[in-house]
């Protein structure tokens, strides 16, 4: 194991930011903190760095107890969600910072930051200084920086969150490439569950200052060990005494049996899918998504009654007191 | 501990002699009248500051002219420039043996004006990045609904100053209460005429009347902590209330 | 439009008779009788003797305040302890208090009959009517510049950069050297100019503890004081346009300060 976390509390306050909580990160993976804001997951992520220290409970880092070691001697890749470039440093004397203090000749570190740079292409950005950068550049340095000291781990603190959704998007796909050819194990925290699933191996769901639900991207959307998991990590549709994914109603035209009686009342043609509105004969607004193809088929307008059926399958039944 | 040690041993001294003691040295006729004296130049002082203040911070941040770099820069001077200069370039001008053939030596006016000259930065200094913050949309909008130029000014602009207003003038009373460098030379010290706080403490230090000017100095003392109290709580409340 | 031509005639007019046109007074009175006259009036001993003190009060209390007021800002942005706002209030005191205020302070602890007045006298340590409580005198009146021109500057820098370089290996004492003092440098560069200018100037405080003696403890905005109370107009005037001619430097380098702060 790479990182492992074991009854970690920690108190601001009046506030319980982490309640006993454990964690097992494994040796090269990638893996996401997820949860809503105040569940605790960028504290878990200080803790982990040392930028934090923990009230109780213990850090481990490759196999050695870290729980008192200062950020400085932990080995760990930090990425801040606003960069935390050092303003008054060139983009190389920025990556080059953790070599600088590690006393490595000149040169050695000359030939390192190229790399570096290459690596996050920032080749031409040498000499210039963070002010002169776009927001997604900033970050990228941020990161060859972290890198530059070559950490057990590397961590990131919602490393895109103060970026536009277009430079998101292209950090996202760009961090998985680099995670394939870096394979330094890294942990990213996130309040955005679709950047969790497209990024990561793993996931780590976090509620309430603790760990709800860990799990591959697939299986948490298929089977949420929870009403707060299945709700966080996708759209819900609420069915009965169950809850479903919008995905997983039919819409039938007939009565059937288990089907239930409802009316369009509004539907949204999204490109490739469909969304619909509708209302059940007890007055539930219920939301389903099809195809294209289906809502064709079945000539779907406002007005309409048609018959839901859920996939039971992937449904949850719903605990009022567990959300 | 520093700033503690130095302030605890005027008001021990102070209150050597028991509370009556305190309250005799206090009331003399001669502290009387500087006390009153300092109380009232200060809020002359102040009062034209606010003023004048408020207009060189409008026409700074509002107005264009050559020459505005250095006039913003000027604004600074009395910050840097000695107390003691100050005054006496004051009477260089407006003394006895000034060009304009009339003198403020020796007169409450002279007082004032050594105040204003000192405290000058500070109403300025305090509305100017408040004036540049304030967003120009709200006053448009106010035009737009169809308020005039005085209008707005009164019921859009100034309440947005008041604040900045209000804590550069704290500040400059404060200042305007203890002031000594100034208005040693311009003032003339005449006990019961021109004698402010500040000059009957030094003189009671000199003449070795140690309590009574321990006694005054914490009447000053007192003064100047609630105001500053006051300019810090109004900051706070208004953080709070504004975000 | 012309209301507000004449709002600018208004406030100028107001900045030249109560700035402008006193400070050039004084330089047109030094430089009256020719700049040898000048000269000779600034270079009498007591002249300069007064101005190497001022220097000496300069070279103790500036660097002395920007040490304490670096990390006092420090402690007051990143630790949160019980008294914080005490010491916040504390710091502005200085500012607060009438300078004779101060002067009389230190002579009730450090003077004959002070708090301290008897172990000092055993050991042979003069405080008042000597530099050393002159030198006190102004590092206290000067004490807050430094720590309130850092502690926005700290506030508004953030500790992400502290803990990006701790997380890269840097001890506490690189990440100041390397990382904060970097970055908080206008800031302190403007707290010690306006320490500069209050510590060259200042004159309730000190005069109290001085007595005043011409030669030994005249600083000099004082020998400006006791030249005028002399009749010594030349030498008034002159002493004058040195302190002025180094405000003028203070504020010409905040200024330039300002500037290289925005253009970053």
Known sequence: ?323 | MFVLLPLAAVIARSAQGGASAFWDAVTTPQAVSALELTVGVSLATVAINLVFGTVIAWVLVRDEFPGKGIVKGLIDLPFALPTIVAGLTLLALYGPKGPFGFSVAFTRVGIVLALLFVTLPFVVRAVQPVLLELDREMEEAAASLGAGRRTVFRRIILPNLMPAMLAGVGLAFARCMGEFGAVVLISGNLPFKTEVASVFIFGQIESDNVTAAAAVSVVLLAVSLLLLMGVAAAARWRARHEG | MRASRRLRAVALAYLALLLVLPVGMVFYRTFEHGVAAAWAAVTTPDAIHAFWLTLLMVAVAVPANTVFGIGCALVLVRQRFPGKALLNSLVDVPFAVSPVVVGLALVLLYGRAGWFGTWLADHGIQVIFAPLGMILATIFISLPFVVREVVPVLREVGSEQEEAASTLGASPWQAFWRVTLPSIRWGVAYGVILTTARALGEFGAVSVVSGKLAGQTETLPIHVEQAFQNFDLAGAYSASVVLAALALLTVLSMNLIKREEVTR
């Open chain 1, 1 to 323: 194991m790479s990182i492992e976390v074991v009854g970690v509390s920690k108190r601001f306050g009046d506030f319980l930011a982490l309640d006993d909580v454990s964690l097992n990160v494994r040796d090269g993976s990638l893996t996401a903190l997820l949860g809503p804001s105040g569940s605790g997951k960028s504290t878990l992520l200080r803790v982990i760095a040392g930028l934090e220290l923990p009230d109780s409970g213990t850090v481990h880092i490759r196999g050695a107890d870290t729980t008192h070691v200062p950020a400085q001697r932990r080995g760990v890749g930090f990425v801040f969600q606003h960069y935390a470039a050092f303003k008054h440093m060139t983009v190389r004397d920025n990556v080059g910072f953790g070599l600088s203090i590690r006393k490595r000749p000149r040169a050695e570190i000359r030939e390192r930051v190229d790399q570096l740079l290459e690596l996050v292409h920032l080749s031409g950005f040498a000499h210039r200084y963070p002010a002169q950068l776009s927001g997604g550049q900033r970050q990228r340095m941020a990161l060859a920086r972290a890198l530059a000291v070559e950490p057990a781990v590397l961590l990131l603190d919602e490393p895109f969150g103060a970026l536009d959704a277009n430079v998101r998007k292209e950090l996202r796909e760009w961090l998985r490439d680099l995670h394939e050819r870096v394979h330094v194990t890294t942990v990213f925290v996130t309040h955005d569950q679709e950047e969790a699933m497209e990024v990561a191996e793993q996931i780590v769901v976090m509620n309430e200052a603790r760990v709800a639900q860990v799990a591959p991207p697939r299986e948490l959307y298929e089977h949420p060990g929870s009403e707060f998991v299945m709700r966080f990590v996708g759209p819900v549709a609420e069915m009965g005494n169950e809850l479903v994914r919008p995905h997983d109603i039919e819409i039938l035209p007939l009565p059937d049996w288990g089907a239930e009686e409802a009316m369009v009342r509004r539907v949204n043609h999204l490109g490739f899918e469909v969304r619909v509105e509708l209302e059940t004969t007890d007055g539930r607004r219920v939301a389903v998504q099809v195809t294209r193809a289906r809502a064709v088929e079945l000539e779907l307008e406002a007005g309409q009654i048609v018959w839901l059926r859920p996939d039971h399958r992937g449904a949850l039944r719903a605990n009022r007191s567990a959300a």
